[in-house]
């Protein structure tokens, strides 16, 4: 514990038989901890009872390896431990990272949704004006077209007569 106040390391690789503290106990304070939590736990210990391995594991190893042990054996399993931690370090920090990236994204949607809001609001206000400033002139022109067709239906040509019905239907 007075080392983690130095430097914090990238493996414990600890018995559970200590002074003090037992190794249980100690894995319990690290994996309690936000800044120790995710360093790997390796149990070295004469203890082989499954009880005793489960416990260990419980609290968050990430192995557990029986006296006597071989070194080669130990070695290995500490460097595939140390590139599982270091894979799981960089996966977390790209996560980090595509969240402050969605974070940011959603942001610029949400304001680029409020300018379309605004937008929208502007469309539709510029719609009812121009309806409503269309809507008289289109009205006298529809009446005169009327009067005009009523008047003189049998006077004009069958070409005159079809674009004076055009000219009413569109308004």
Known sequence: LKGLKRAKPDLVLMDIDMPDLSGFQLCEILKSSPETTRIPVIFISSLSDVGEKKEGFRLGAV????????????????????????????????????????????????HANQQLKRIDEIKSDFLKFISHELRTPLTIIKEYCGLVHDEVVGGINPEQKRCLEAALRNC
């Open 63 to 110: 192995d557990y390896l029986t006296k006597p042990f071989d070194a080669e054996e130990v070695v290995m399993r500490i460097n595939n431990h140390l590139m599982i931690s270091r894979l799981q370090n960089e996966l977390a920090d790209q996560n980090r990272d595509l969240e402050t990236i969605v974070h940011q994204r959603t942001l610029e949607l949400e």
